[in-house]
């Protein structure tokens, strides 16, 4: 696949793509209540996992309610996420391989603490659910900021050292064609075979980002100057689970 572009005529053509590792929506619509339950209902795809630059997250955290540090970690995967979000789509691996990316920068001993970091996204729910997931930030702590104009951009903070990094997925990477089809999808006025095709190009855009180096297909920087101001919000209050989390055991 070419790192810079994908053939959305060619995934029109083989909607076959929409397997890969996954099913295909049924052509049946069916209530909620009358769906069969799957034995795996929130991993329904292979390569999420077992691509070779699937990324996977150490994560710190408290052991209690008003705890200090669990002596555990825990190893999550995009199948976390998945279970998390509701569903696998692009936007999540997407987000998931950017904070992968700047967590590196910001925990190089390979291990998160979700006591101690912040994220900036865009209002995607794709992009804030996984920032919130990895990083522990929540608006209504004051550690979770939205900006609708970040686009593919991401901001990380580490509180305790005031450093942020901006991962951004580099330029001319997502598909035009895939963002075209994509408006015309959410407009609402769209054939049936215009959306498998979307989300055909979709899959295969995310399954691409995990062909290769994660780095390859994102940038990013310090941001030295960088202030981190909580936004507005009325119900904002102290996060309670962390206030001892330095206790010594």
């Not at 780095?215 to 981190?228: G, N, Q, Y």
């Not at 009325?234 to 962390?242: N, P």
Request: proline share 6%; aromatic share 8%; hydrophobic share 35%.
């Amino acid at each position: 696949m070419n790192a810079h572009t994908i053939s959305l005529t060619a995934v029109t053509v083989s909607l076959a793509l929409l397997t890969g590792g996954c099913t295909a929506p049924t052509q049946q619509a069916t209530r909620p209540g009358d769906a069969p339950l799957s034995p795996e209902p929130t991993t329904p795809i292979d390569w999420l996992t077992t691509s070779t630059f699937s990324p996977t997250f150490s994560v710190r955290d408290t052991e209690s309610s008003l705890g200090p540090y669990d002596a555990l970690l825990k190893e999550l995967t995009l199948n976390d996420l998945v279970r998390m979000h509701g569903h696998a789509c692009d936007g999540l691996v997407t987000a998931a391989a950017a904070f992968r990316v700047g967590l590196d920068e910001l925990y190089p001993q390979g291990v998160i603490d979700r006591t101690d970091t912040g994220c900036l996204t865009n209002n995607s729910p794709c992009f804030g659910d996984v920032a919130a997931y990895l990083t522990g930030g929540r608006i209504r702590f004051g550690t979770q900021k939205i900006d609708p104009s970040m686009g593919s951009r991401f901001l990380i903070h580490r509180f305790s050292t005031q450093e942020t990094v901006e991962v951004a997925l580099r330029p001319g990477l997502f598909p035009e064609a895939l963002r075209e089809l994509e408006t015309k999808v959410r407009g609402g006025h769209c054939t049936q075979q215009e959306l498998l095709a979307c989300q055909a190009a979709q899959w295969a855009f995310a399954r691409g980002l995990l062909q290769r180096p994660l780095t390859e297909s994102f940038t990013i920087r310090r941001l030295p100057e960088f202030v981190w101001t909580p936004d507005v919000y009325s119900q904002r209050g102290r996060r309670g689970d962390i206030i001892n989390r330095d206790w010594a055991r």
